[in-house]
């Protein structure tokens, strides 16, 4: 009778442990994929969420894939490869203006500046935006944000770009850098780490920032379609709250302590140029300290893609900005 009473408390045992086991199933991890247009030490609070564990805390695993474009990116989020995507706002008004039946949500912002620099390839003394002319001006991809920007500075700055300069527009994204370090080009428009490296080896100065020029903007945001909003909101709020937790880590922690963090994300570059270039990029603002995208930098945005004739139609903030997830986020 021992034996047999012994043999029941063991398979009530066992029956507890499946019950808890099973409970526990409710607490998984939810997988996130994420698709990033490019990958930028420009996008320091994302990296330091994966490493620093804020994603984990929120319980996500988050698959982060690189899509290298702005086009790319939209169609893996379009296409179902992508839960989320890091890419700039403008792609979210393209998409919206082809009438899509399920478009594209900017839900959290990452970076609120443009993120190029103007570099010269002799040293200038005094700089003032009028030596530009008369200059060859090797810019950015005709159609693309960056060369937007670069516009709009240009001509806020009383400069005509196809009057003004010698302006090149016809060099691939990837090959800007290369071309300049080649002689193409009196002043050139450059990404970090590039611009910092070019100051480092001799080839280039940056003399000024396009984006303190250019005024707050949602240069990159985080979007996903309206139909995962609606079916997700509770992973797409977890996934805002990991982000904000890491802009704050990335203001409050000193440079070095940030570059380490997210070294792993960038082996072709020295810990002391990502160290600049985190500082370079958060002295000026460029890292949003809130995920919430504010109605006057949407506007904004519109503004300048209409001055580079490259707006399909005006979009209402509403219509493709969700600010609700992330004003409760900042409210907690």
Not at 2 to 9: A, F, G, P, T, V
Not at 213 to 219: D, H, L
Not at 248 to 257: F, G, M
């Given at each position: 009778?021992?034996?047999l009473?012994?043999?029941c408390?063991?398979?009530?045992?066992?029956?507890?442990?499946?019950?808890t086991t099973?409970?526990g199933?409710n607490d998984?991890?939810?997988?996130v994929r994420?698709a990033?247009?490019t990958?930028?030490i420009?996008?320091?609070?994302?990296?330091?969420?994966?490493t620093?564990?804020?994603?984990?805390?929120e319980?996500?695993?988050?698959?982060l894939?690189t899509?290298?474009?702005?086009?790319?990116?939209?169609?893996?989020?379009?296409?179902?490869?992508?839960?989320?995507a890091?890419v700039?706002a403008?792609t979210?008004?393209y998409?919206?203006a082809?009438e899509a039946?399920?478009?594209?949500?900017?839900f959290a912002?990452?970076?609120?500046?443009?993120?190029?620099?103007?570099v010269s390839?002799?040293?200038?003394?005094?700089?003032q935006?009028d030596?530009?002319?008369g200059s060859?001006?090797l810019?950015q991809r005709?159609?693309g944000?960056?060369q937007?920007?670069?516009?709009y500075?240009?001509?806020q700055n009383?400069?005509?770009?196809?009057?003004?300069?010698?302006l090149?527009?016809?060099?691939?994204?990837?090959?800007?850098a290369?071309a300049?370090?080649?002689?193409?080009?009196d002043?050139?428009?450059?990404f970090e780490?590039?611009?910092?490296?070019?100051?480092?080896e001799?080839?280039?100065?940056?003399?000024?920032?396009f984006?303190?020029?250019?005024?707050?903007v949602?240069y990159?945001v985080?979007?996903?379609?309206?139909?995962?909003?609606?079916?997700?909101?509770?992973?797409?709020e977890r996934?805002?709250?990991a982000?904000?937790?890491?802009?704050?880590?990335?203001q409050?922690?000193?440079?070095?302590?940030?570059?380490?963090?997210?070294?792993e994300?960038f082996d072709?570059?020295?810990?002391?140029?990502?160290?600049?270039v985190?500082?370079?990029y958060?002295d000026?603002?460029?890292?949003?300290?809130?995920?919430?995208?504010?109605?006057?930098?949407?506007?904004h945005?519109?503004g300048?893609?209409?001055?580079?004739?490259?707006l399909?139609?005006?979009v209402d903030?509403?219509?493709l900005?969700?600010?609700e997830?992330?004003?409760?986020?900042?409210?907690?």
């Amino acid at each position: 009778m021992k034996s047999l009473k012994y043999c029941c408390l063991f398979l009530i045992f066992l029956a507890i442990a499946a019950f808890t086991t099973g409970c526990g199933s409710n607490d998984e991890t939810t997988e996130v994929r994420l698709a990033e247009v490019t990958r930028s030490i420009f996008y320091a609070p994302q990296y330091a969420a994966i490493t620093q564990g804020f994603f984990e805390e929120e319980g996500l695993d988050v698959e982060l894939t690189t899509t290298w474009g702005g086009d790319t990116t939209m169609t893996t989020l379009l296409s179902g490869g992508a839960d989320i995507a890091l890419v700039g706002a403008e792609t979210s008004i393209y998409v919206y203006a082809q009438e899509a039946s399920d478009p594209a949500i900017n839900f959290a912002q990452l970076t609120q500046t443009d993120g190029t620099f103007l570099v010269s390839r002799e040293p200038v003394e005094d700089f003032q935006w009028d030596d530009l002319k008369g200059s060859t001006f090797l810019g950015q991809r005709k159609g693309g944000m960056p060369q937007m920007v670069g516009e709009y500075v240009l001509k806020q700055n009383g400069i005509n770009p196809q009057q003004d300069l010698d302006l090149i527009q016809n060099i691939d994204f990837g090959n800007i850098a290369s071309a300049f370090a080649s002689g193409t080009g009196d002043y050139v428009q450059l990404f970090e780490p590039q611009a910092t490296v070019f100051e480092q080896e001799g080839i280039g100065h940056i003399i000024d920032s396009f984006g303190t020029q250019s005024g707050n903007v949602p240069y990159t945001v985080y979007m996903t379609k309206e139909s995962f909003l609606n079916k997700n909101e509770d992973t797409i709020e977890r996934f805002t709250r990991a982000i904000n937790k890491a802009q704050k880590w990335v203001q409050e922690q000193p440079a070095d302590v940030v570059a380490e963090a997210i070294e792993e994300f960038f082996d072709d570059t020295p810990l002391d140029v990502i160290e600049q270039v985190v500082v370079r990029y958060r002295d000026q603002g460029s890292y949003a300290e809130s995920p919430v995208l504010q109605e006057e930098a949407w506007y904004h945005l519109q503004g300048i893609m209409q001055e580079a004739g490259e707006l399909p139609m005006e979009v209402d903030y509403e219509d493709l900005v969700n600010t609700e997830i992330a004003e409760k986020i900042m409210n907690e």
